[in-house]
Nanobody
């Protein structure tokens, strides 16, 4: 499985971006997809996760109400719609995948995910 996050860029505070993560290889049903981010000097942190069958979607408290994760089954792609962006959202964003449905409490753990893509930089100016 290969993942490649894209769609990052420079945006002003309050703006929006949509990140995409197309997956090549055997993904889809049975997979859980996650979005994480890492700011300079900080640890990688959970942003959002979605089970491919849509049975569970989770968000970090810091992005609830502003970000939305979705997937397109036909395109084998996961998206992260980011609205009302803040300077503290500045980070490299990564998509990840695991061929299982971890319990809800584990979706936010980076250790659960097997496959990781290259990150995409998101910079929010104030």
């Amino acid at each position: 499985v290969q993942l490649q996050a894209s769609g990052g860029g420079l945006v002003q505070a309050g703006g929006s971006l949509r990140l995409s993560c197309p997956a090549s290889g055997r993904t889809g049903s049975g997979y859980t997809m996650g979005w994480f981010r890492q700011a300079p000097g900080k640890e990688r942190e959970f942003v959002a996760a979605i089970r491919w069958n849509l049975s569970n979607i989770r968000y970090a408290d810091s992005v609830k109400g502003r970000f939305a994760v979705s997937r397109d089954n036909a395109k084998n792609t996961v998206y992260l719609q980011m609205n009302s962006l803040k300077p503290e959202d500045t980070a490299v964003y990564y998509c990840a995948a695991v061929p299982s449905y971890p319990i809800s409490s584990m979706l936010s753990s980076s250790r659960v995910y097997t496959y990781w893509g290259q990150g995409t930089q998101v910079t929010v100016s104030s």
